[in-house]
């Protein structure tokens, strides 16, 4: 699913109930949540300069999204 469709989902599903910690997602769930995170600091080039990007990953070392840590549900 894209990353709209995760945060619709994540919205439905845990509305304004406390939401969990993490979350399984499948390997194209995950994908389109990195690349989303990655074009959100897409301006690598500030004044011709690089710009560093934080990436938070969880203690399983899982991607953050929506302050929940996606894991990869590896079948």
């Not at 938070?56 to 840590?69: A, D, P, Q, S, Y």
């Amino acid at each position: 699913m894209t990353t709209e469709e995760l945060r619709l989902k994540l919205n439905s599903e845990f509305g304004i109930n406390p939401w969990p910690e993490t979350y399984e997602v499948d390997s194209d769930t995950y994908a389109h949540v990195c690349q989303f995170v990655f074009h959100q600091h897409i301006h690598a080039y500030t004044n011709g300069r690089f710009k560093q990007i934080t990436i938070t990953v969880g203690k399983n070392n899982g991607i953050l999204f929506k302050n929940v840590e996606l894991l990869l549900n590896i079948i």
